[in-house]
């Protein structure tokens, strides 16, 4: 996937082995303490649904699965989200580095509407804060 200046980018260190980080990407029950209640296929072409606390529903299909390593997805809103970001309209890349011990994850979303980057970045910011939480135990 090539870096476009639209894409929101975000780099954080979890204090956790990518193995436990990814984890909590694939795992329906550990999804649910960070980022909301989890239906996941994880595998390329399968599909997920997450209805978050607040009720708002992502639906999106995986596009790659390299286990502690990397995850694609594409990404959008079901219900309750904003209604520009349809389901599978976007795409999340997830990549896992371990780095003494702890891991390097950078997430990539790219292909979101101008008007509703803001929002999806004070969301990642949140919820991988939740997500570092959460793997570091």
Same mark, same amino acid.
Not at 80 to 91: F, I, M, N, W
């Given at each position: 996937m090539s870096l476009s200046s639209d894409d929101i980018v975000?780099? /954080?260190? /979890?204090h956790a082995r990518? =193995?436990?980080?990814? $984890? !909590?990407w @694939?795992?329906?029950? %550990?999804? &649910?303490?960070?980022?909301?209640? =989890?239906?996941?296929?994880?595998t =390329? +072409?399968?599909?997920? %649904? @997450?209805?978050m *606390?607040?009720?708002q529903v992502m639906e999106g299909e995986y596009v790659e699965v390299r286990p502690h390593e990397?995850? @694609? !997805? %594409? !990404? +959008?809103?079901?219900? +309750? +989200?904003?209604? =520009?970001? &349809? *389901?599978? $309209?976007?795409?999340?890349e997830v990549t896992l580095a371990e780095q003494d011990g702890a891991t390097l994850l950078t997430l990539r979303h790219s292909d979101i *509407?101008? *008007?509703?980057?803001?929002?999806h970045e004070g969301g990642w910011s949140h919820f991988l804060g939740r997500l570092a939480q959460a793997a570091a135990g």
């Open positions: 975000h780099t /954080i260190l /979890i990518p =193995a436990m980080v990814w $984890s !909590f @694939v795992d329906p029950d %550990r999804m &649910a303490q960070w980022w909301g209640a =989890a239906e996941l296929e994880p =390329a +072409g399968g599909r997920y %649904r @997450v209805t *606390p607040t009720g990397r995850i @694609v !997805f %594409r !990404f +959008g809103w079901a219900t +309750g +989200g904003d209604p =520009a970001v &349809a *389901p599978r $309209s976007t795409t999340v *509407p101008a *008007p509703n980057r803001r929002e």
